[in-house]
């Protein structure tokens, strides 16, 4: 059994620990994070150490460690900054998910309860497979993508570096997302949608466009 180091305390901080935890590799945990709030706390049974730079101090102290942070760009920066640190970074794969064999999760990412991915597809590092999402056959997910609960990602999908599909959206087979995009919840995709946008709606159209 190992010890993970979680570097986010927050609502996706305690989903990610409790999926370790499930998954049996693990029999402690601990939290940092820069809420000063929170440094001292006890979430769900495990305490919040320190603040996220205290990551290099702990060098040693864990086995692994892991980035629960909600903002994909940040997320990303912070498992780059483990593996340059050399810190082992998993990817956490819950125990009533179903990954294909035929899959690549690369590291730093986490799939959770009643989620899906399907045979050839590929999740980039630094990405959120969120509870009963999908993904199906096929699919090129790049870095710090979020597929959110609920939602339905088709066959042959690519979605580009740091997108964030949202709660219970749809996007049909053959589509590709670009880079720092919103789906915004409940839309259904059925175009190709640029990079820097917000697409909302069924038939989802662009909204506006995002800050880079
Ligand atoms: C997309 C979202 C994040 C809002 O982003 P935002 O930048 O604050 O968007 P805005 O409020 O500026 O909306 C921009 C436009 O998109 C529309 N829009 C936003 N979300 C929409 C939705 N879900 N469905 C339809 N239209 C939507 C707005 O009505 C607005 O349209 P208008 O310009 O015609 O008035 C939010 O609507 C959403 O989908 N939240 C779900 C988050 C989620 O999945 N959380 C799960 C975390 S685990």
């Not at 996007?171 to 820097?196: L, P, R, T």
Request: glycine share 12%.
């Amino acid at each position: 059994m190992k010890t993970l180091l979680i570097l986010g305390a927050g609502g996706h901080g305690k989903v990610v620990a409790d999926c370790a935890l499930e998954t049996g590799l693990y029999h402690k945990v601990a939290f940092l994070d820069d809420d000063a709030a929170k440094v001292g706390e006890i979430v769900i049974d495990y305490p919040v150490i320190g603040k996220l730079c205290n990551f290099e101090k702990l060098k040693g102290e864990y086995d692994e460690a892991f980035v629960a942070i909600g903002n994909n760009r940040l997320r990303v920066e912070l498992v780059d900054k483990l593996n340059r640190f050399g810190y082992n970074v998993p990817c956490l794969i819950h125990p009533f998910s179903f990954v294909s064999k035929f899959s690549v999760i690369e590291c730093g990412t986490v799939v959770l309860a009643g989620a899906v991915i399907n045979a050839g597809t590929r999740v980039g590092r630094g990405s959120i497979i969120n509870t009963c999402s999908s993904v199906d056959h096929d699919c090129l997910l790049s870095k710090g993508v979020h597929i959110s609960p609920g939602a339905r990602v088709g066959g042959t999908v690519t979605v580009g570096d740091y997108s964030w599909i949202c709660l219970g959206s749809s996007i049909a087979n053959n589509v590709h997302i670009g880079e720092n995009s919103i789906i915004a919840a409940g839309a259904a995709v059925i175009k190709d949608i640029d990079n820097n946008v917000l697409a909302a709606g069924v038939p989802a159209v662009t909204k506006k466009r995002l800050r880079q």
